[in-house]
């Protein structure tokens, strides 16, 4: 497809494991990243992966690239309140060199 | 803190006026990118600069137009402004390939 997928909305309980999923659209996009925007707040880049590895993880996260199946993962382990935001899936698209954006996953935190 | 700044925080003006805005890359950063997002269209890319050259564009519309000054900093200028244009814009600047978000302007057009 044309455009970079996420799902809308993830509700997770406190403590337990977040699991954010996206499809992008060029497999041959260099870099993959996953930014997080807290409630009246910019973007921030939480982490992001080169195309040429397939796992990356840094402290409480944990990105899975999928390259045949252009399928991008962020991992949240022990998700805590702090974690409630939207995140939002993004890839350097090689063929026109554009950055390209998901709508973002809502993540709600359950007591 | 990110290090891009970006003014005004928040605008609110009419159906058919103009407006700018501006934005601060981080220091040493050459690129600086242009995004609109709206509740419906989500976050769309708009324009890149690099070192004062226009690089990229994405979905801008012609009342739109940006620039980038000698001293890197960037302005985007919107007009004949609509009701649709209301969004959070932002401003993202680069080195290489990581890009760094500044807080966003929040345009609310009446």
């Known amino acids: 497809g044309e455009d970079v997928e996420q799902s809308l909305f993830l509700s997770v309980r406190e403590g337990d494991s977040s699991v954010i999923n996206c499809t992008y659209t060029?497999?041959?996009?260099?870099?993959l990243y996953w930014y997080k925007q807290e409630p009246g707040a910019g973007l921030q880049l939480l982490t992001y992966?080169?195309?040429?590895?397939d796992m990356k993880q840094d402290q409480r996260l944990t990105v899975l690239l999928n390259k045949k199946d252009k399928h991008l993962s962020l991992r949240i382990a022990d998700t805590q309140t702090g974690d409630s935001a939207i995140y939002f899936c993004?890839?350097?698209?090689?063929?026109?060199?554009?950055?390209?954006f998901g709508k973002g996953t809502r993540l709600h935190i359950l007591p | 803190d990110s290090g891009v700044t970006q003014t005004p925080k928040h605008l609110i003006t009419a159906t058919g006026q103009r407006v700018t805005l501006r934005c601060s890359p981080r220091?040493?950063?050459?690129?600086v990118y242009w995004y609109q997002q709206s509740l419906d269209q989500g976050l769309q890319f708009l324009i890149q600069?690099?070192?004062?050259?226009?690089?990229a564009k994405g979905n801008i519309l012609e009342r739109f137009s940006a620039q980038q000054f000698p001293d890197l900093h960037s302005e985007l200028n919107l007009s004949s402004l609509e009701l649709g244009d209301s969004a959070l814009y932002f401003c993202?600047?680069?080195?290489?390939?990581?890009?760094?978000f500044g807080p966003g302007t929040r345009l609310t057009v009446l």
């Open positions: 060029d497999s041959s996009s260099t870099y």
């Open positions: 220091s040493g950063d050459l690129s």
């Open positions: 600069y690099y070192n004062g050259e226009e690089r």
């Open positions: 993004a890839e350097n698209r090689n063929r026109d060199d554009k950055i390209i």
């Open positions: 992966i080169f195309s040429n590895m």
């Open positions: 993202a600047s680069s080195l290489q390939d990581e890009q760094f």
